[in-house]
């Protein structure tokens, strides 16, 4: 993988499996029976704002094919662009007139899983783009961290379920606003705070979904309610992390934001794969030390990519990234082990690599794409008892350089996301989100091009689950990161949501009580 591949994903598409075979016989076999008539009058209900797109539409397979190609061959029997909340409205009564699945897809459909595809009703809500900020009227709470100056809860700022990442970045970078969300700028920001939502500011302000503070949800029957503290409690506690299209479909949501002044520090550094052992143990150790150290944040892996033996072994790499918020001395001092360690020129570059920049060229120089074209990936989410040893990064990098290749210049690896500080500061049953004791989250991928032959791509599938068996020996962590959804995996239901399943269960039924939202690893499935 590329270093500063595996973006904080979030997984940005809102959350329905691809099919099974069976299950998408039997929607194909409803969608056929839909009328003409019937599809007349749903284009008809919608406002003007709004499109219903068809097979035979020229407006279609852009909108169809998800970003993850690997689910490219599931077809949505039709299309709802949708521009208002009545929109949804209208294309969840009909679907569940007609009888089809609606799916909603916040952004592109990067999840890895598959879960924005149907041969259902397809909801794109990429034209719901509308943000609107809120200051506080009030003054802010203002504190210095070094060089920046932030403004705690300086308002709220509310999104259009199509708002992506990259379209908050004009906020920061023109007026300083800021929400914690991921780094990939084309992730919808539904799918992210749905299932949590890590970044590279996670430790200082928290999860994308702790700085939620409504929701506007357009329930199964298609009644639109308002979720907030205040407002239909329990449901508004599930959409922290209990994951997307399990209550409903998401059409708004509120933040409060946060308003900067000033510089933060930023690092990345590199090394060849020969110092992957000293690096891992002491970027872990920094880690540990650092856990309620909200100001610092890091993000280290080991990734390579290529075709040829060659090639795969040249660009294998461990590497980190990070930003501070404080001074550059008190970034270099915690960096100091990881900076001590390399060739000489791998140090030299590496100490020249940490600067201090605004939050907005940080915000970019973060920001990474989400693989492209096909991939996979396996999480872990790991805490001070499950931590890698040095024989896990050995089995790891020996694994890595057993990678197949292909043609996609993702490549493969696995990055480790660091937790703690105000995230772990939130009691586990507080929200859905139930990880509030890690130390990192571990994501294992691998990608392959669309022009790769099926045995590249069953070989790289092959290699992620003997890749991520080596690492734990056949004995992962017992959590997994529902935002890097693994259909594969078999005890999802404690792997994503432990303690808060059965409380999720009970949400599902009193809000979608005839399960139409529903797919492999839905809630109460």
């Known amino acids: 993988m590329r270093t500063g591949t595996l973006g904080a994903l979030g997984a940005g598409a809102v959350a329905m499996t691809a099919p099974t075979d069976a299950a998408a016989s039997a929607v194909t076999e409803t969608a056929e029976r839909v009328s003409r008539q019937d599809w007349k009058r749903l284009a008809a209900s919608l406002s003007p704002g709004a499109t219903l ?4 539409n020229s407006g279609y397979p852009p909108l169809a094919i998800p970003f993850n190609h690997r689910y490219a061959g599931t077809h949505p029997a039709g299309i709802v662009a949708c521009a208002t909340t009545k929109d949804v409205c209208s294309a969840i009564r009909w679907a569940r007139a007609v009888g089809l699945p609606a799916v909603p897809r916040s952004g592109l459909g990067h999840n890895y899983a598959g879960y ?3 041969t259902g009703l397809l ?13 506080r009227r009030s003054a802010a ?3 210095a961290y070094g060089p920046i100056k932030v403004a705690h809860g300086a308002g709220t700022v509310t999104v259009g379920a199509g708002v992506t990442n990259g379209d908050l970045h004009p906020l920061l970078e023109d007026q300083g606003i800021f929400v ?3 780094r990939c700028p084309s992730v919808g920001v539904a799918g992210l705070v749905l299932g949590g939502g890590i970044g590279f500011s996670d430790k200082m302000f928290g999860l994308t979904c702790d700085r939620l503070v409504a929701t506007t949800v357009v329930l199964a029957d298609g009644r639109v309610v308002e979720a907030s503290e205040d407002s239909q409690p329990d449901l508004f506690w599930a959409c922290r992390g209990g994951a997307g299209n399990n209550f409903g479909v998401h059409t708004s949501f509120t933040f409060q934001y946060e308003r900067f002044q000033g510089d ?3 690092y990345r550094l590199s090394w060849s794969l020969d110092s992957v052992l000293p690096v891992m143990a002491t970027a872990q150790r920094i880690a540990q030390e650092t856990e309620d150290d909200k100001r610092f944040h890091l993000r280290l892996g080991i990734g390579t990519r290529g075709r040829t033996r060659k090639q795969i072994r040249t660009n294998a790499n461990v590497n980190a990234i990070g930003q501070y918020y404080g001074t550059l001395d008190e970034l270099r001092a915690i960096l100091a082990p990881l900076l001590a360690i390399g060739t000489p020129e791998e140090r030299a570059r590496n100490c020249a690599a940490v600067r201090e920049v605004t939050p907005a060229e940080a915000s970019t120089l973060l920001s990474a794409t989400t693989p492209v074209e096909k991939f996979a990936a396996k999480s872990a989410v790991l805490n001070s008892r499950t931590l890698l040893t040095d024989q896990q990064v050995s089995a790891a990098a ?4 057993d990678w197949p290749g292909s043609g996609n210049p993702d490549g493969a690896g696995f990055a480790m996301f660091a937790l703690g500080g105000e995230i772990n500061r939130v009691p586990r049953r507080a929200t859905a989100f139930v990880h509030r004791n890690g130390l990192f989250i571990l994501a294992a991928e691998t990608s392959w091009a669309d022009y790769d032959s099926p045995e ?3 070989a790289n599938q092959h290699w992620l689950q003997e890749f991520y068996a080596a690492i734990f020996d056949g004995a992962p962590p017992a959590h997994s990161y529902q935002n890097f959804p693994d259909p594969k995996l078999r005890d999802w239901r404690e792997a994503y949501y432990g303690v808060n399943y059965p409380r999720l269960v009970r949400v599902k039924r009193r809000y979608d009580p005839t399960d139409f939202f529903r797919y492999p690893q839905a809630i109460g499935s």
Request: hydrophobic share 35%; aromatic share 6%.
């Open 53 to 56: 797109y068809r097979p035979a």
């Open 116 to 118: 924005s595809t149907t």
């Open 123 to 135: 909801l794109n809500m990429s034209r719901m783009r509308n943000i609107v900020t809120t200051p």
């Open 141 to 143: 709470r203002s504190r």
């Open 180 to 182: 914690p969300t991921g």
């Open 264 to 266: 933060v520090g930023f």
């Open 398 to 401: 020996e694994r890595l350089l």
């Open 456 to 458: 590249v791509a069953a």
